[in-house]
């Protein structure tokens, strides 16, 4: 789902690849609905450096795990964040548990 990070981060990928979609905020919505903005396609040997300011979500397009190293500039966890809702597009609270979740029903799989 779109996210933040509050904080500058670089991704790089040592093996497979990952689509990012950047996201920005529509105008004059009170509920921080967003839209895409562009993409960048990250793959083996590539890195990509995001600012303190980026919205952007994550996919794995291929048949098999992505590895990647993300560097941040900052406590990861103890920053408040925002995400939105993947179908409403709309803003909430970034939720660490479910994150959390959701990589460990993925690597499950």
């Known amino acids: 789902m779109p996210h933040t990070h509050e904080m500058w ?3 790089g990928i ?3 690849r990952e689509d990012n979609i950047l996201w920005r905020r529509l105008p004059g919505e009170a509920q921080g609905r967003i839209e895409a903005a562009g993409a960048k396609a990250l793959s083996e040997r590539e890195a990509f450096p995001l600012g303190r300011d980026i919205i952007h979500s994550v996919t794995n397009p291929i048949g098999r795990l992505t590895g990647a190293i993300h560097v941040y500039g900052g406590d990861f966890f103890g920053v408040p964040r925002s995400e939105w809702d993947p179908e409403r597009l709309v803003e909430l609270p970034y939720d660490v548990q479910k994150t959390l979740r959701l990589f460990e029903e993925s690597n499950r799989r």
Do not use: S, W
């Open 9 to 11: 981060a670089v991704i």
């Open 14 to 16: 040592y093996t497979g």
